[in-house]
C-alpha cells in the first residue's frame, strides 16, 4: 500500500542534542513539506521541498535543518538552536504543481527532556 | 503571512445535530481542502475542491468553494460520535507555489 511513514512515533530528547526525524513516501510524489503542531493549534510549515536536492524555508525554519536527496526521502532534523522543540511534527507530501492536496504520516511526538 | 480564519474554534453538539463550520480569508484560492485529525494522528484529506461553487459530498459530509474563491465551507450531518476530531480548512492561494495555508482547526466534541 502507497504512503507515507514518519517514524519513530515518539522521541526524546536531552537539551543540547540534535536529532533527526525520519520522512519516507512511496506514492511517488514531488513534493514534501514538514509542518510543526502545538496542543490546540494549526499547522505551521517549516520546510517544503518541491524537487529532490531542492527545499526551501518555511514559516517556522530557524533552529531546523532538511535534506531532500531521494524523491522518496525528507528528512527533518531539530537542532540544539531550536529553541522550543518540544512539539508534534508532521511529514506530508503531494503530486505538486499537478496536485495539491497534502498526504500526511502519522507523525512524530518530539519530546525534551 | 496569509491567514485563513476557520470558525468556530470549537463546537459541542448532540448526537444526531448537523454541523457546519467555514473559513474564510481576504484573498482568492484555486483549491480548498478539508482534513479531519485524530488525537496523535496526521490529518486525513476528507473533501478536495477545485472550482468556484463546487459543492461536493463524501458520505455525511458536504463542502462547497465559494463563489467568491475566498471562503468555503463543511457541513456534517447528523453526527455520530466517530465524527469527534479537529477539523481542518486548507487552502492554495492563486498566486502562489505549492504551500498550503491552514485554517487553526474546529474541535468537535459530542456532548455525553
Known amino acids: 500500500d502507497g504512503g507515507i511513514t514518519q517514524s519513530p512515533k515518539y522521541l526524546f530528547r536531552k537539551e543540547g542534542q540534535n536529532v533527526t526525524l525520519s520522512c519516507e513516501q512511496n506514492?511517488?510524489?514531488?513534493?514534501m513539506y514538514w509542518y510543526r503542531q502545538d496542543p490546540g493549534q494549526g499547522l505551521r510549515l517549516i520546510y517544503y521541498?518541491?524537487?529532490?536536492?531542492?527545499?526551501q524555508k518555511g514559516d517556522i525554519a530557524e533552529g531546523y535543518s532538511v535534506s531532500r536527496e531521494k524523491k522518496e526521502s525528507f528528512p527533518l532534523t531539530v537542532t540544539s538552536a531550536q529553541k522550543n522543540p518540544t512539539a508534534f511534527y508532521l511529514c506530508?507530501?503531494?503530486?505538486?504543481?499537478?496536485?495539491?492536496?497534502?498526504?500526511f504520516g502519522q507523525g512524530t511526538r518530539l519530546t525534551v527532556v | 503571512g496569509q491567514q485563513l480564519n476557520q470558525s468556530p474554534q470549537s463546537m459541542f453538539i448532540q448526537e444526531g445535530e448537523d454541523v457546519s463550520m467555514n473559513c474564510t480569508s481576504s484573498?482568492?484560492?484555486?483549491?480548498w481542502l478539508w482534513y479531519k485529525q485524530e488525537p496523535g494522528e496526521g490529518p486525513v484529506l476528507l473533501i478536495a475542491?477545485?472550482?468556484a461553487g463546487e459543492l461536493t459530498s463524501n458520505g455525511r459530509l458536504t463542502a462547497q468553494f465559494g463563489i467568491t474563491r475566498k471562503d468555503s465551507f463543511l457541513n456534517i450531518s447528523a453526527s455520530i460520535p466517530s465524527d469527534v476530531g479537529i477539523y481542518f480548512c486548507?487552502?492554495?492561494?492563486?498566486?502562489?507555489?505549492?504551500?498550503?495555508?491552514w485554517g487553526a482547526g474546529t474541535k468537535l466534541i459530542i456532548k455525553p
Open positions: 506530508a507530501s503531494s503530486r505538486g504543481q499537478v496536485g495539491f492536496e497534502a498526504f
Open positions: 506514492l511517488n510524489h514531488d513534493a
Open positions: 521541498s518541491q524537487i529532490v536536492n531542492d527545499f
Open positions: 484573498s482568492i484560492f484555486n483549491t
Open positions: 475542491l477545485y472550482k
Open positions: 486548507a487552502g492554495q492561494l492563486r498566486d502562489s507555489n505549492y504551500q498550503l495555508i
